[in-house]
Each structure stands twice: as structure tokens, then as C-alpha cells.
């Protein structure tokens, strides 16, 4: 058994949607040093996107490792530009990681429905919709032997509640668990796995107590210290790899115990002290 055939991803041709900052760049970083030959990454604003390719730099033969394209995600309109400017230069995509997304906090008794739709839409209408878009794509890599892979940007928040008024965000991330799950059972016949990675506390714009405060965050978690990129990264690779190929509709929770291992305050300090 080698590992490099488990965990390796030499050659392949991925997309990650969100993937110029964040818990989209460590995907990236994560697939780049897996052997990935290119990683394409989507966003509405170039800048952040040209920083990214530059940070990253080219391969031997002096081509750019990641390639952008921007795209608004949220329509319909932005999915189809994705797919299309994606089908132009490639004739297969082994990966899609649907990371892009959103949050919006609001009082419950003034929460917007352009806030609720906001999120709804690019959580949830956007992995469904890109995926179906890319299907051909998808299938064109895939085989029994080794299965083309589409993974889900969840939540830990789409498992337990946060003390948050974030109603459609938490809404959002446990139907895109959900998703995953029947998504799953329509594409394994094409030889597509589908999965879902739940983070917890990671630094990024979506989790600015993580980023601003990573001290105060990792005091409620079980293992003492908030996600790193090593982390993400990991859990990627394992899903996008041959180590993965078994794995099918599950969410893997990456969030250092806090959905399965935080006691609630009255057991964890019982008497009270």
C-alpha cells in the first residue's frame, strides 16, 4: 500500500468556488500540494483573485497553479459563465468544492427577506445548480476505478445551534448537509462521490470572532485552539483522494470537538465552581 497513491492527487484538475481567501485558499493550497496539476478559483472581485494566483505562482513549464474566473455565483447567469468559460479550457474536472457562501445576522424581529434569500440562494441554489451545470464535466473524469469528487461547504452551524441570530445561515448549512446527502445518491451512478465538510472555527471573513479573536474562540473549544489551514487542507485531500473514494454523502465535522466532544458547563464543571 503507497501513500502516495492513497493521498496523492497528481495530474488533477480542480474548482473551488470562494477560493481566493479563507477556508476556499486553504482548500487550495491544500490541493496544490497534493499533486493537483491546476486549481481554478471563482470570486466576484478580481483583486482578491490576482493576489491569490500570484501568491501561488507557476508550475515548470511557467504556467499559472491557480486560475481565476470571476464570476457572481449568486445567479444564475454567473453559474453558467463558470461553466462555460471552465468547459473552454478544460475537457474533464475531477474536483468541485462548492466553498463559496454567505451569513447574514439579523434581529429575529427585523431579519430581511433579502437577507433570508441572500443566503439561501448562493448556500444552497448555488451548489446544486453549479454541480448540475458541471456535471459533464464531472463525468467526463470519472470512472469506478477512480470517481470524480464534489464537495459541500457546510457547518458545524448546520448541525448544533450558535449563539447567533444568524437564522437562514444555520437554515442553509443544515439543508446543504441534507443535499449532500441525496445529491449523493443520484450522482454515485456517474461515478461522482459526493461529500460535505462541516468546519468549525477557522479565521476567515465568515468567522470573524475566529480571525479577530482566535484566543477567546479556542477557550470553548475542546482542543484548546482554533482550525488551521494544515486542518481544512486535510480533510480535503483525504475526500478528494483515493483515501476517500468510499466515503460517500457523509459530512465530515472538522472543528476540533465541538459538536461531539463539548460538554455542556453544568457536566464539564459540575459543581458549579
Not at 474566473?69 to 454567473?78: F, N, R
Not at 464537495?151 to 450558535?162: A, K, Q
Amino acid at each position: 500500500m503507497n501513500l502516495k497513491e492513497l493521498f496523492g492527487l497528481d495530474g488533477r484538475v480542480a474548482l473551488v468556488t470562494g477560493g481566493s481567501r479563507g477556508i476556499g485558499k486553504m482548500f487550495v493550497e491544500g490541493l496544490l500540494a497534493a499533486g493537483c496539476a491546476r486549481v481554478y478559483i471563482s470570486a466576484r472581485k478580481r483583486e482578491q483573485m490576482e493576489e491569490t494566483i500570484a501568491e501561488f505562482g507557476a508550475d515548470s513549464q511557467g504556467n499559472d497553479r491557480v486560475i481565476g474566473i470571476q464570476a457572481d455565483l449568486s445567479q444564475m447567469d454567473g453559474m453558467q459563465h463558470l461553466a462555460d468559460e471552465l468547459a473552454a479550457r478544460e475537457e474533464k474536472l475531477d474536483i468541485l468544492i462548492n466553498n463559496a457562501g454567505a451569513a447574514w445576522g439579523q434581529d429575529f424581529l427585523e431579519f430581511s427577506e433579502a437577507g433570508w434569500h441572500r443566503t439561501m440562494d448562493l448556500n444552497v441554489k448555488t451548489p446544486f445548480f453549479l454541480t448540475q451545470k458541471l456535471h459533464g464535466l464531472l463525468a467526463a473524469a470519472a470512472s469506478a476505478e477512480r470517481p470524480a469528487k464534489v464537495i459541500h461547504v457546510s457547518s458545524i452551524d448546520g448541525i448544533r445551534i450558535n449563539p447567533w441570530e444568524t437564522y437562514a445561515y444555520q437554515a442553509s448549512k443544515a439543508a446543504v448537509i441534507q443535499l449532500t446527502r441525496r445529491m449523493a445518491a443520484r450522482l454515485i451512478t456517474d461515478n461522482i462521490v459526493v461529500t460535505s465538510i462541516a468546519p468549525g472555527a477557522f479565521a476567515s471573513e465568515m468567522n470573524r470572532a475566529a480571525k479577530d479573536a482566535p484566543d477567546a474562540s479556542a477557550a470553548g473549544i475542546p482542543a484548546k485552539r482554533i482550525g488551521t489551514k494544515e486542518d481544512m487542507a486535510s480533510a480535503a485531500i483525504y475526500l478528494c483522494s483515493r483515501a476517500g473514494d468510499y466515503v460517500v454523502g457523509e459530512t465530515l465535522v472538522v472543528d476540533g470537538g465541538i459538536v461531539n466532544a463539548l460538554l455542556p458547563s453544568h457536566f464539564a464543571n459540575p459543581a458549579g465552581s
